[in-house]
Nanobody
Framework: QVQVVESGGGLVQPGGSLRLSCTTS????????IAWYRQAPGKERELVSF???????VQIESVRDRWTISRDNTKNTVNLEMNNLKPEDTAVYYC????????WGQGTQVTVSS
């Protein structure tokens, strides 16, 4: 069972920025690729970005030029810096491994609206 704590969501205007954080156990952090996923209302959950244990990163095309994923090895934390947010980024954001574990955290809500 994955154990994560997601934080950092909120309400922001279009063009604004947020920083999401995902803190997990040392075992998960040191052994797995970790990803941010999101689920918008009425849509399937999708993988947005991931980072490997070696620090290699991947983002989906729609966020590639706007967001950055990183690891803080001192805190067992994966951060997602989200810039130039758009209304279509509105979703609940979740952290999990790749491939994902069966259980999910509570997620953090990101709402982009004027």
């Amino acid at each position: 069972q994955v154990q994560v704590v997601e934080s950092g969501g909120g309400l922001v205007q279009p063009g604004g920025s947020l920083r999401l954080s995902c803190t997990t156990s040392t075992r998960i952090f040191s052994s797995f690729t970790i990803a941010w996923y999101r689920q918008a209302p009425g849509k399937e959950r999708e993988l947005v970005s991931f980072i490997t244990t070696n620090g290699a990163t991947v983002q989906i095309e729609s966020v590639r030029d706007r967001w950055t994923i990183s690891r803080d090895n001192t805190k067992n934390t994966v951060n997602l810096e989200m810039n130039n947010l758009k209304p279509e980024d509105t979703a609940v954001y979740y952290c999990n491994t790749v491939p994902n574990q069966d259980s999910w955290g509570q997620g953090t809500q990101v709402t982009v609206s004027s």
